[in-house]
């Protein structure tokens, strides 16, 4: 019998399918190869022993019981992979273009403390959000929003400068520099120089170039994209870049609503044993739900996405459904970018906490299912956030005992100007009294309790990126 070698999990991978009908992928589905920490996607043990009497010791022949399946992953970070897995819960969102930059008119003021405030008329951006400024004298440049940012007001860590703004402009996200010479590349395609060398585009993402002589307009990103320079399609031009040309990358608005009838999805993984070693090397997890959503904030631990899922049926296959999935680009968000938001204020007295979200799904069987599973009906969600609190004021013991409906948010804003939301209109806290257990900082737990009661749905999710469409 042939030594093999053992299968190494690195070399393993999980493809994720949308289903068009409870079990079903339709043909020429694309599938997404998702980045994970770790994976348990199995069918359990479902054998058991028989009770017999044979006039001899022992039991009977074990005999087949319900399948015993399960999921479980714990996801990377990534902003576009991010939108696949919040699509597999909520199906696909509403999304919008995520404006095209806000005009900066006025003076610039003096906040003290190396903070200025640039007037900036209904610009929607919050405290964290990384914004570029460009077309001015003394602030062009990226920054993260700073505490004191109003609706027509931004507020950034720079030294001040007098300067009435005037033509210039407030955007989302990194904006590249172009400086250097443009180059011919094969096959139509154009190299652009960018300005210091690291950026944050990738290929498939849009840019819109203003500043050129030759390359204006929206532009796809195409392979080759790397630290340096940016690759579109275009007929070449000779054109040297003197830093004044911008390529501003296009953002997205993916609003994800929690609905009545979740979607169904399979899941793909691939085992890598070698040649001659298994007839079905992919394990196909269908007629899947997502029944948990949950992850910790705070700190400076990687921050995962932990999902638990409901399994209907499994099944092996010796191909893969789409042998050339989509597999999103790394744009991470991390643990130190996270926010809580209560009643719309950003709280700065939480240490760490937990979001759990549970769905309430179900796997049913029928007779004649033959073991397997043909029913997942939603139950009622169960979401709650857990935040340990530095007690500095009585603020959350008051909103407690006043049964105050309160909105909650946890929000990420990551340095590539990507952000996600997970937002729950309609909220009671729990909150416990502090012990003094020493002469230590005394802290405070509060519980956050999303119900509905005027909404529609106890939760949903706001995801801004780089990715057109999550379809």
């Known amino acids: 019998m042939p030594q093999y070698q053992q299968v190494s999990g690195g070399a393993c991978s999980l493809t994720l399918y949308m289903e068009e009908a409870p079990g079903k992928v339709a043909a020429g589905t694309s599938g997404v190869r998702l980045a994970f920490a770790s994976e348990d996607f199995r069918r359990g043990s479902s054998k058991k022993q028989r009770s017999v009497i044979r006039d001899a010791r022992g039991s009977g022949k074990p005999y087949a019981g319900m399948a015993n399946l399960s999921g479980s992953l714990e996801s990377a970070s990534y902003a576009p992979q991010l939108g696949y897995i919040i699509r597999a819960l909520c199906g696909a969102p509403a999304t919008t ?88 590349l094969s096959g139509g395609k154009v190299a652009l120089p960018v300005e210091g060398g690291i950026h944050a585009l990738n290929a498939g993402e849009k840019i819109t170039i203003s500043g050129s002589t030759s390359y204006d307009g929206t532009h796809v990103l195409q392979e080759g994209t790397e630290n340096g320079r940016l690759v579109i399609t275009a007929s070449f031009t000779e054109e040297t870049f003197d830093g004044s040309a911008i390529a501003v990358p296009v953002f997205y608005r993916h609003a994800f609503a929690l609905p009545k009838r979740q979607p169904t999805l399979t899941m793909e993984k691939y085992l890598d044993f070698e040649t001659g070693a298994a007839e079905k090397p992919y394990r196909r997890f269908a007629f899947c739900k997502v029944n948990g959503l949950n992850f910790n904030f705070g700190g400076d631990d990687e921050l995962k996405f932990s999902l638990d899922f409901v399994v209907g049926r499994e099944s092996g296959a010796a191909e893969p459904l789409d042998a050339s999935p989509l597999s999103p680009p790394a744009v991470p968000f991390d643990n130190i970018e996270t926010s809580v938001w209560i009643n719309g204020v950003r709280r700065g007295e939480v240490e760490s906490g937990d979001l759990s979200n549970a769905f309430g799904i179900e796997a049913k069987a029928a007779v004649g299912d033959m073991g397997q599973y043909s029913r997942m009906p939603e139950g009622d969600p169960e979401c709650k956030s857990t935040l340990t609190c530095f007690l500095e ?64 749905a106890v939760m949903a999710v706001e995801l801004v990126n780089r990715v057109e469409s999550y379809a």
């Open 97 to 184: 273009a995520d404006g095209a930059g806000n005009a900066l008119s006025g003076a610039v003021t003096d906040k003290g403390d190396g903070l200025v405030g640039l007037p900036c008329a209904g610009h929607g951006f919050v405290q964290d959000a990384v914004v570029s400024v460009t077309g001015s004298a003394n602030y062009d440049g990226t920054y993260r929003v700073a505490p004191g940012v109003t609706a027509d007001e931004v507020v950034i860590e720079a030294p001040y400068k007098a300067e009435a703004l005037s033509g210039a402009t407030l955007h989302r996200g990194r904006v590249c520099v172009l400086s250097g010479a443009a180059k011919t």
């Open 393 to 456: 004021s009585e603020t959350f013991q008051q909103l407690s005992e006043d049964a105050s409906t309160v909105s909650f948010a946890v929000g990420i804003c990551a340095v590539t100007g990507d952000e996600v939301w997970f937002r729950y209109p309609e909220t009671e806290l729990d909150a416990e009294g502090a012990a003094i257990s020493g002469k230590e900082g005394l802290m405070q737990t509060v519980t956050v309790m999303p119900f509905v009661d005027k909404g529609d």
